[in-house]
């Protein structure tokens, strides 16, 4: 059973950054595909970033290009988002996820994931 653990989140100002990292275990971490999704009180959950197996491909939701860049590094079984230039409207509970799929395409969907992590919130203050 795979495990992800979130962490990274918190209170920032406007303007600002953070990076949450997402540490896997219990499975082979180079064989998933990751994503990151966001849930806003009241709103669904919605994808945000996700990167291809080894790395070499990312996709990204409109509301976030150029400001939050995902990464992973497969020897420390951990994927990364890092942000920047934070606006209130990023405020939410950040959630990694896990797939056993091999496309190199964006799987956008939550149902698309096996694995999912407990959340990290992040504010962003006006």
């Known amino acids: 059973q795979v495990q992800l653990v979130e962490s990274g989140g918190g209170l920032v100002q406007a303007g600002g950054s953070l990076r949450l990292s997402c540490a896997a275990s219990?499975?082979?971490?180079?064989?998933?595909?990751m994503g990151w999704f966001r849930q806003a009180p009241g709103k669904e959950r919605e994808a945000v970033a996700s990167?291809?197996?080894?790395?070499?491909?990312?996709f990204y939701a409109d509301f976030v290009k150029g400001r939050f860049t995902i990464s992973r590094d497969n020897a420390k079984n951990t994927v990364y988002l890092q942000m920047n230039s934070l606006k209130p409207e990023d405020t939410a509970v950040y959630y990694c996820?896990?797939?056993?799929?091999?496309?190199?395409?964006?799987?956008?969907?939550?149902?698309?994931?096996?694995?999912w992590g407990q959340g990290t919130q992040v504010t962003v203050s006006a």
């Open positions: 990167i291809i197996w080894s790395g070499t491909t990312s």
């Open positions: 996820a896990a797939t056993g799929a091999r496309g190199s395409v964006w799987y956008r969907q939550t149902y698309q994931y096996d694995y």
């Open positions: 219990g499975g082979t971490f180079s064989r998933f595909y």
